[in-house]
């Protein structure tokens, strides 16, 4: 492994261990996860990727955000309610109300990576959300990646709960990966 590979793996724990701290409270999670892909484009171009930077960062999107991570946190709490349920599959036609609400997941799940991939601090999340949405249309390859990254973050949760710190640095490194991409 080069020592470039070396240094964006331990970035990814670092930008993990951050975000998930930052997301403790569930309603800071969205602004948390913007703040560890700012810091991951700025190791990746060679600036200043310190995690104080991160930690203003991390506080400029909340004061611009915490209406959508408020929003977000309530979206997760409901689909994973009624994914998990036992009385939705009790209810007629519970079962593809169960499927509908996953698959809304997957798709929000998705446009808030993107979003939170090509946040910069004079960013606007409305529009952000919005600009995500449509990409996440025009870009299906991308979306099919993001996907895929959700779902291998929860398979290596499921193999192995502990690993879940890692989950937010794996997450946005997909983001960052799939913006870099599109670009």
């Not at 203003?56 to 998990?84: E, Q």
């Not at 939705?88 to 509908?100: D, K, L, N, V, Y």
Request: overall charge positive.
């Amino acid at each position: 492994m080069s020592s470039r590979g070396l240094a964006l793996f331990s970035e990814t724990i670092v930008v993990s261990l951050a975000v998930a701290v930052l997301a403790i409270p569930a309603v800071t999670a969205l602004p948390a996860l913007a703040a560890g892909a700012a810091h991951f484009r700025r190791h990746v171009e060679g600036e200043t990727d310190s995690l104080a930077e991160l930690g203003r960062d991390f506080l400029r999107a909340l004061r611009r955000g915490w209406l959508w991570g408020l929003i977000a946190a309530a979206g997760f709490a409901a689909i994973s309610a009624t994914l998990t349920s036992p009385m939705i599959s009790a209810m007629p036609g519970g079962e593809a109300f169960r499927w509908a609400s996953g698959l809304l997941g997957a798709g929000g799940a998705v446009v808030l990576l993107r979003a939170t991939a090509r946040w910069m601090p004079s960013s606007s999340w409305s529009a952000l959300i919005r600009d995500a949405a449509g990409e996440s249309v025009r870009d299906l390859t991308g979306s099919v990646l993001l996907l895929l990254a959700l779902a291998l973050t929860g398979l290596v949760v499921w193999m192995f709960a502990p690993l879940v710190v890692l989950v937010p640095g794996m997450l946005v490194l997909a983001g960052r990966a799939v913006v870099a991409r599109s670009h």
